[in-house]
């Protein structure tokens, strides 16, 4: 057999010797479905940004900026939680053509 | 101080624990392992051990703890028969996967049903695919001598696999032995301390281990496996020089006997070899050049090695104390039968099952199987290529 793959790059036992590097494997790219953020009609409830399990809200100052996209996985959470009067985030498939807010 | 005394296998088994002084030990009783649990929380209450020793409410809980312990920093050992082998099934392939060095002594047992507690090697045989090193003792020297090695083998750092060491369920677990049995000291230093890799407590390098691993890294990692089962022989070998040189006592991969210019042979593990070599002696008085291999190893399987030690034969009989249900033989015949095409050995092959569930093998039934291998050597066609032995009604 030849030699084992390179454990700098396995870590034997599929051990992860650096802490905190999920942020490095960028998720968004699991999304079927992607979600648009309208800036005119937010109202800054900060739900979306509650809801949000994969922390993609990007929020500054206490206002939402946008979404991360490459963390968000399309799950839709944010939309559905945007209040009905609101209707700030719609879903749109990934890959349509639309501004992404 | 080498001392000779008389013990069980799980007593002698329960000793090397004890000389070892593992920092964790978890474990269940099971018919017939439960001595080794026994003795050993005895050494605990006595307070002959720094074991910390916690009971579990089953197997699945023992080899997770012994895994969670192991991953955390400590030299964690367990053991097991039968049942509790197949409780332990999903957690068997996690210790292997986490290439975590865990030692367990498996008393080999039936598996059910129909329910039974006696000898057969069914249990470890089903666990032969799950990454761990295998074993084997034919009697209660091996079983002692196995898993003061089977330390060394594990942690050895190209190879850091847990290590399954069997015996044979009553026939050696409770049989009475004479052996030899080191110091502690001897022991203790042959061992030496356990550096754990990338401990679970070792706040100044935190490490995650158990994440998932998807199509773009799994593989990597079973590949890495592999090749440290591959050169776990190697090893094995080495860790068996260096026991020599302490204990006077020297394995192999396998053991041969009468095996150099011998025509015919049998192949078989545990126990039974000492029934086969009785019968080896007696043919070989009648001038039958007759000869025996008894592995040590099964996984990994030292194919190379064996096939070489085959090639001079003109048939042999490997005897499976298993049933694999495959309608072409047990895994002891499989895997060498498949060695020996790949290496393109002609030897005819045959197999017995024999021995299920306690069933005794006497010498009679060896030398039913020598006789049957006179005949195919000198060319006879042999009826079938699998076989039972001591079956009620005759051989099927």
Redesign the interface.
């Known amino acids: 057999m030849k030699e084992t793959p390179s454990n700098k790059e396995f870590p034997r036992g599929g051990y992860i010797l650096n802490p905190g590097n999920a942020a490095e494997y960028q998720t968004g790219e699991w999304r079927s479905m992607r979600p648009v953020w309208d800036k005119e009609k937010c109202i800054n409830c900060m739900f979306c940004w509650l809801f949000c399990p994969d922390l993609a809200i990007i929020v500054e100052e206490g206002k939402v900026k946008g979404i991360n996209y490459d963390y968000c996985k399309g799950c839709g959470i944010c939309s559905h939680e945007c209040p009905d009067r609101v209707k700030a985030i719609h879903m749109i498939k990934e890959g349509e053509q639309e501004d992404r807010g | 101080m080498v001392q000779r005394v008389a013990l069980t296998g799980n007593e002698a088994v329960a000793l090397a624990m004890k000389q070892m002084n593992p920092d964790v030990v978890a474990a269940y009783p099971i018919t017939p392992q439960t001595d080794i649990v026994q003795f050993f929380s005895q050494y605990v209450a006595n307070g002959e051990v720094d074991t910390e020793f916690i009971t579990v409410e089953s197997e699945h809980s023992a080899m997770s703890a012994t895994v969670g312990a192991v991953a955390a920093g400590a030299r964690s050992m367990t053991a097991t028969s039968s049942q509790g082998l197949a409780l332990m099934w999903e957690i068997l392939y996690i210790a292997s996967?986490?290439?975590?060095p865990i030692v367990m002594p498996l008393v080999n047992r039936a598996l059910s049903g129909p329910i039974n507690i006696h000898c057969d090697h069914s249990d470890s045989m089903g666990a032969r695919d799950s990454g761990w090193i295998q074993l084997y003792s034919e009697n209660v020297q091996e079983a002692y001598d196995n898993m003061v090695q089977a330390v060394r083998i594990s942690e050895h750092p190209d190879v850091?696999l847990p290590v399954m060491v069997c015996q044979d369920g009553f026939i050696t677990s409770h049989g009475l032995e004479n052996l030899e049995v080191l110091g502690d000291d001897v022991v203790r230093e042959f061992i030496g301390e356990f550096v754990p890799?990338?401990p679970l407590l070792n706040v100044k390098?935190?490490?995650?281990?158990?994440?998932l691993?998807l199509p773009d890294?799994y593989m990597?990692?079973k590949?890495?496996q592999?090749?440290?089962m591959?050169k776990a022989a190697q090893v094995v070998e080495e860790i068996s020089e260096e026991f020599a040189r302490v204990s006077g006592r020297k394995y192999g991969l396998f053991e041969t006997y009468q095996l150099q210019d011998a025509d015919i042979a049998v192949m078989l593990l545990n126990s039974s070899a000492g029934t086969a070599r009785m019968v080896v002696d007696e043919l070989r008085a009648k001038g039958v050049k007759a000869g025996l291999l008894k592995p040590r190893m099964f996984r990994p399987f030292p194919a190379r090695q064996l096939t070489q030690a085959l090639s001079g034969l003109k048939a042999v009989a490997v005897m499976d104390r298993a049933e694999g249900f495959a309608n072409t033989g047990g895994p002891l015949f499989n895997d060498t039968k498949a060695a020996l095409y790949d290496a393109g050995v002609q030897v005819k092959v045959v197999n017995y099952v024999y021995g299920l569930g306690g069933r005794d093998l006497v010498p009679q039934h060896v030398h039913e199987v020598f006789s049957d291998l006179a005949r195919i050597a000198e060319g006879e066609d042999p009826s079938s290529l699998v076989k039972y032995l001591g079956v009620q009604g005759g051989v099927v």
Do not use: C, D, M
Request: charged share 20%; glycine share 4%; aromatic share 8%.
């Open positions: 996967s986490y290439r975590l850091r890799e990338n390098k935190p490490v995650t281990i158990g994440a691993a890294s990597e990692f590949v890495q592999a090749q440290a591959s």
